[in-house]
């Protein structure tokens, strides 16, 4: 009965290879993210969906693409890995976009590794 | 640009004791702020969120306080057990659907 779930948990990959990320949530909500978390422990939001929509892009290279098929799925996927993509990449959903009010819940996270 | 710190990075406590977790942001122009408990290979769990009106949220041993004109917020844990072991995060947001998370306090309660 896991809420918000990711795949794979650990990712090994070599440099310049593409790779996907997914991640589900069985809650029922409308919003999902995308964090990642770097070497200092620090979260920072990449992307944010609501409802398939794209609400949320900060500044990350374009060679990363959230896909969301369906407002319970929402995929990572990063093109032409370099080193400095390794990193703990988080996935979280909430009730609605509006973060002042609602609760987050994440995922276990995945654990890239580029070689 | 937000910035929040935690102090200190690390803490060990021997059961029983009451212990304080500090978090500091350089905004105080927020909408709110998370307190998360972070466990090894494990995803983030909300603990309590308190809205830039509130002052304070409790829930069972947690007390967390908030000081937004010092741009201060304490987590409180009464009572500490050794489940209570994990990364704690605070977060705030500030603008619309942006969370900053500091780096952490990871604690260590000894039975």
């Known amino acids: 009965d896991t809420a918000v779930s990711q795949t794979p948990k650990y990712l090994v990959t070599q440099m310049g290879n593409d790779k996907s990320i997914k991640c589900e949530q069985n809650?029922?909500?409308?919003?999902m993210y995308w964090y990642k978390q770097d070497s200092k422990k620090f979260l920072k939001i990449m992307f944010s969906?609501?409802?398939?929509?794209?609400?949320i892009n900060e500044t990350v290279p374009n060679r990363f693409s959230p896909k969301s098929p369906d407002k319970a799925h929402l995929n990572l996927h990063i093109n032409s890995l370099e080193l400095g993509d390794s990193a703990v990449y988080f996935c979280?959903?909430?009730?609605?976009?509006?973060?002042?009010?609602?609760?987050?819940?994440f995922g276990p996270g995945t654990r890239l590794t580029v070689l | 640009k937000q910035e929040v710190t935690q102090i200190p990075a690390a803490l060990s406590v021997p059961e029983g004791e009451n212990l304080v977790l500090n978090c500091s942001f350089t905004d105080s122009a927020i909408y709110n702020l998370q307190w998360f408990r972070q466990d090894p290979g494990k995803g983030l769990t909300s603990l309590l969120l308190i809205q830039s009106s509130q002052r304070e949220q409790t829930s069972g041993r947690l007390n967390a306080s908030l000081d937004k004109s010092s741009g201060r917020s304490t987590l409180y844990i009464a009572a500490s057990q050794p489940g209570d072991s994990a990364t704690y995060l605070c977060a705030v947001q500030t603008g619309a659907n942006n969370l900053f998370f500091g780096t952490g306090t990871r604690l260590t309660v000894i039975p």
């Open positions: 979280a959903s909430s009730h609605n976009r509006d973060l002042s009010t609602d609760t987050q819940y």
């Open positions: 809650l029922g909500h409308d919003t």
């Open positions: 969906y609501n409802n398939k929509e794209l609400i």
